[in-house]
């Protein structure tokens, strides 16, 4: 195992010297192990290294027993340890979710709260019987290259050090250092998907295959290789294809499939969702015909005028505050601020207004229907809803531009600026700047 581990760390270049190292203690053979191999190498490579064990509150007395040995453990190294109590249960409840993907998460939400505050990165035990597990539980549910990919041995501050070594060779470690470690029953139990894969199909495929796991993990490269390329081609169809408020609905239709479906998991990446492969499908239907497809409660993929893009509805609950030639009000997250300026040479045209020509009743709001507002220089009256469908803004960040109206009379808008009616000039008295953050 040491050497498959040593080869990882350098092959990723998981650790340099004087990082410090959060590891992820389970109190399981994997977990013992891992901790074990980096206290071998704490003193060559100057490491820092901290233990977290969180207490799923779940198993009875299991539970306890594992906390307790992994702290008399870390007692032993001489390593901090760091626990968190958490009625794993319950939360999966309250969040309809599966104790194993609360369980999960909370894991890792601990880990990456302790590493923040020690500069540190994040060891976890996973090895190559996980990763073979992890691939074949991914192509049950139908998964893409992705899928294939498993376990990325690094990912963001997350280090895999065991990731090319099997469970056996964890196994035989163990053995060989006379580590003692807790095994969980449920792990024994038949209950949860991964484990008839471990226990059943894993041993089956075996039988065909004796290096099964390792066959798995040589795959999985091949399969990240396929993936980076297929990353990169998505990309430069992403930067080609953007147009302002969105991307080029005909040049997405010409991308083969895989980049397309590649493109989409970026852009829904940023909003932290991930899409299924029926909402690709119907996504490519609306670059033919429009319309929008629901990605989650309040995202959406929309293609309107030729232009895609993936939103986020926002609430933007109605507010409205009188005109004031000194303010600073939020409108929702947004803070708008309103003050006196001089000098105007560096400031955008469409932050400015005559504040002379502003009446007592106008308020800053949100658009409503009927607005209408008269354009700069050409003296030319539009209802706002022509005006916004002429510029081709999102229909997504029509409801949440900042106006100020008198009445249905817009004079000011967000981005755009002042109505013919509150144009400065040479002889304005006073001039506002508006700005919303």
């Keep these: 195992m040491e050497n498959k581990a040593l080869a990882a760390i350098r092959k990723y270049n998981m650790l340099s010297i004087g990082d410090s190292v959060v590891v992820g203690l389970s109190g399981g053979a994997d977990s013992c192990a891992l901790l074990h191999f980096l206290t071998t190498l704490r003193e060559d490579m100057k490491l820092q290294l901290y233990a977290c064990h969180v207490n799923h509150m779940l198993r009875d007395g299991e539970a306890d027993r594992d906390e307790n040995f992994s702290r008399e453990l870390c007692e032993k190294y001489d390593v901090p340890f760091f626990c968190l109590h958490i009625d794993v249960k319950s939360l999966a409840l309250q969040h309809h979710e599966s104790t194993e993907t609360a369980g999960r998460n909370v894991r890792y939400s601990f880990f990456n709260e302790t590493a923040e505050r020690f500069g540190a990165k994040i060891a976890t035990a996973h090895t190559a019987s996980d990763q073979a597990e992890t691939v074949l539980l991914n192509m049950t549910r139908g998964c893409g290259i992705k899928g294939l990919c498993g376990i990325p041995p690094v990912r963001g501050r997350i280090i895999r050090p065991l990731i090319e070594a099997t469970r056996k060779d964890v196994e035989l470690y163990c053995k060989e250092n006379k580590l003692t470690f807790v095994t969980d029953s449920t792990n024994l139990e038949n209950v949860y998907t991964r484990n008839r894969i471990r226990h059943d199909v894993i041993p089956a495929l075996q039988l065909i295959n004796p290096s099964f796991e390792d066959t798995v993990l040589r795959m999985s490269e091949t399969m990240k290789s396929t993936q980076l390329l297929l990353h990169e081609l998505a990309l430069k169809a992403t930067d080609e294809a953007a147009v302002t408020g969105g991307y080029d609905a005909a040049k997405l239709r010409t991308l083969h499939d895989a980049v397309f479906s590649e493109l989409v998991f970026i852009l829904c990446c940023d909003l932290n969702i991930t899409p299924e492969a029926r909402h690709i499908e119907l996504i490519r239907g609306i670059l033919v015909s429009g319309g929008a497809v629901q990605l ?72 409503k229907s009927g607005d209408k507002f008269c354009l700069p220089k050409r003296n030319v009256t539009k209802l706002l809803k022509k005006l916004f469908n002429e510029l081709k803004i999102p229909e997504e960040r029509r409801n949440s531009l900042i106006v100020l109206a008198d009445g249905d009379n817009i004079l000011w808008i967000e981005g755009i600026g002042a109505a013919q009616s509150c144009l400065f000039t040479e002889n304005t008295d006073i001039i506002l700047f508006l700005t919303v953050d």
Aim: charged letters at 30%.
């Design 296 to 367: 989650r409660e309040n995202i959406y993929a929309v293609c309107k005028q030729g232009i895609f893009r993936i939103i986020r509805k926002t609430d933007t609950t109605d507010f409205s505050v009188p005109f004031s030639e000194n303010i600073s009000v939020y409108a929702g997250d947004r803070l708008l601020s309103v003050r006196k300026t001089e000098t105007i040479s560096d400031i955008p045209k469409c932050c400015l207004i005559n504040a002379d020509a502003v009446p007592d009743s106008a308020v800053f709001r949100y658009r």
